[in-house]
């Protein structure tokens, strides 16, 4: 018989929220780790599912790098910024941003499954993301006005944070909104705890008349493993689009090499690259810092080697633009 895959939930509760526990775990001294911050700014979260793709005793593992806490964040130069990609400007009201024309943006928890030290996002001022009903009443009474959108992106933090009942919710009021005609959502948690593709999700997701995208966060061949690859079956069972975003960071993925390994994984899982981001410049990210020329090349020599389906396109988020801005 099959084993039954441990609970979400009770895998959220399991997570290593201690850096030193999470290198005992892997049999790694911490003489031979990055320093840790004196005073981190940013909590540290890691699921066991996602430990389960690092390889024990190796201090750079690229899954790894991701997460561990550095005392480098606390340097601060001087391009880096709390807010580098414009939220703040594209702030419509709490909880909502519109930076594109036809999409909008639902900023719908601050929570995540998984602490990602890069992340654009860690200092977004989530104190004000609508949390009852009537708050996102409002929103959905706003939306349902603006006859221009076609898009809902459901993100945050990650929005598969909160139950299926708090989604069906969403999910049922977007329907509502007949201009509405594709839900985006953009999460990682199928790749932290790959048993958060519940089969009420699946069922939410395949009853709605809305076309479903999902869009997933990986930056490494390794972070994708069966546990992995059945989460995403699952969600093309009920019809949804699958796609990828990456992170291009120094040090885990900035080679022609993985960058190639990573499409072809994602394409055994049955997702599609879409955006390889430049990392936007957040206070305390320069470690992973890749320059740009050196993302274009990447980006060249991928696009030699792959069928242009398995080639992300390169981008830079600029403030104020009417789109992703593509570097090559
Ligand atoms: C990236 C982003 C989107 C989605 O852009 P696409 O190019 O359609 O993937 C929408 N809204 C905001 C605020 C974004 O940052
Ligand atoms: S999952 Fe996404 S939003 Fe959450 S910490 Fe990682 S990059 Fe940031």
Same mark, same amino acid.
């Given at each position: 018989m099959q084993k039954e895959p441990i609970a979400w939930t009770e895998e959220l509760r399991r997570a290593f929220r201690d850096p030193l526990a999470l290198a005992e775990h892997l049999?790694?001294?911490?003489?031979?780790?990055?320093?840790?911050?004196?005073?981190?700014?940013?909590?540290?979260?890691?699921?066991?599912?996602? =430990? %389960?793709? #690092?390889?024990?005793?190796?201090?750079?593992?690229?899954?790894?790098?991701?997460?561990?806490?550095?005392? $480098?964040? %606390?340097?601060?130069?001087p391009h880096e910024m709390d807010d580098p990609v414009g939220d703040d400007h594209a702030r419509k009201c709490a909880g909502v941003l519109q930076k594109y024309e036809g999409r909008v943006l639902l900023v719908t928890t601050g929570a995540c499954a998984l %602490?990602?030290? /890069?992340?654009?996002?860690?200092? /977004?001022? /989530?104190?004000?993301?609508?949390?009852?009903?009537?708050?996102?009443? %409002?929103?959905?009474?706003?939306?349902?006005? *603006?006859?221009?959108l076609r898009e809902a992106i459901l993100s945050g933090g990650d929005p598969l944070t909160r139950t299926d009942s708090v989604i069906a919710r969403w999910v049922a009021r977007i329907e509502a909104i007949p201009h509405i005609e594709t839900l985006r959502i953009h999460t990682r948690l199928p790749v932290a705890i790959p048993s958060r593709v519940t089969p009420d999700l699946c069922s939410i997701l395949d009853a709605t008349r809305l076309r479903i995208v999902v869009v997933v966060h990986i930056n490494h061949s390794a972070e994708i493993d069966e546990s992995f690859t059945n989460a995403m079956s699952r969600? $093309?069972?009920?019809?949804?689009?699958?796609m990828n975003q990456s992170v291009l960071l120094k040090d885990v993925n900035d080679t022609a090499d993985q960058l190639e390994s990573l499409s072809f994984a994602l394409w055994r899982a049955g997702v599609l690259?879409?955006?390889?981001?430049?990392?936007?410049?957040?206070?305390?990210?320069? $470690?992973?810092? =890749?320059?740009?020329?050196?993302?274009?090349?990447? =980006? *060249?020599?991928?696009?030699?080697?792959?069928?242009? /389906?398995?080639?992300?396109?390169?981008?830079?988020?600029? #403030?104020?633009?009417?789109?992703?801005?593509?570097?090559?």
């Open positions: 049999g790694i001294p911490l003489s031979s780790l990055p320093e840790l911050p004196i005073e981190p700014d940013f909590p540290f979260l890691v699921p066991r599912p996602f =430990v %389960a793709r #690092m390889r024990p005793g190796d201090p750079s593992d690229p899954l790894l790098r991701q997460v561990w806490p550095d005392r $480098r964040e %606390a340097i601060h130069l %602490a990602c030290r /890069y992340c654009f996002r860690q200092n /977004y001022g /989530y104190e004000d993301t609508p949390h009852s009903d009537t708050d996102w009443d %409002a929103i959905f009474e706003d939306l349902a006005g *603006d006859t221009r969600l $093309r069972g009920c019809g949804a689009t699958l690259p879409y955006y390889l981001h430049a990392l936007d410049p957040v206070r305390g990210s320069s $470690r992973f810092r =890749v320059p740009d020329h050196v993302g274009v090349e990447l =980006v *060249d020599e991928i696009r030699r080697r792959l069928p242009g /389906y398995l080639v992300p396109r390169l981008v830079r988020e600029i #403030m104020r633009k009417p789109s992703k801005t593509p570097l090559g």
